[in-house]
């Protein structure tokens, strides 16, 4: 079993950042691929970020790319989603998800655990 716990959310200003931070815990995070996704009121959870196990392979969704950026530390079972120039439309609660495979998942069925989410409000 791997527990996954995120924070870092808040609220802050359009045009504002945010680091969101991931922990989970076992033996097996250095060797399951990670991601970040998000769901917004009334919509559906969608995929923001993904990491292979090793984090030298990412991938992000067209509408972060080049302001959101996903790291990870298997030292520390830690994964890191650094958002930069956050929108309104970009409020949603944020999840952190764990992968029982070492390769990126595109899919929210492929991720096994999942955290409890940490709320991002973004304001005008």
């Known amino acids: 079993q791997v527990n996954v716990v995120s924070s870092g959310g808040g609220m802050v200003q359009a045009g504002g950042s945010l680091r969101l931070s991931c922990v989970a815990s076992?033996?097996?995070?250095?060797?399951?691929?990670m991601g970040w996704f998000r769901q917004a009121p009334g919509k559906e959870r969608e995929l923001v970020a993904i990491i292979n196990s090793s984090g030298g392979s990412t991938y992000y969704a067209d509408s972060v790319k080049g302001r959101f950026t996903i790291s990870r530390d298997n030292a520390k079972n830690t994964v890191l989603l650094q958002m930069n120039s956050l929108n309104p439309e970009e409020t949603a609660v944020y999840y952190c998800a764990a992968r029982k495979a070492p390769t990126m998942g595109y899919y929210l069925y492929q991720y096994d655990y999942w955290g409890q989410g940490t709320q991002v409000t973004v304001s005008s």
């Open positions: 076992g033996r097996t995070f250095a060797s399951s691929a």
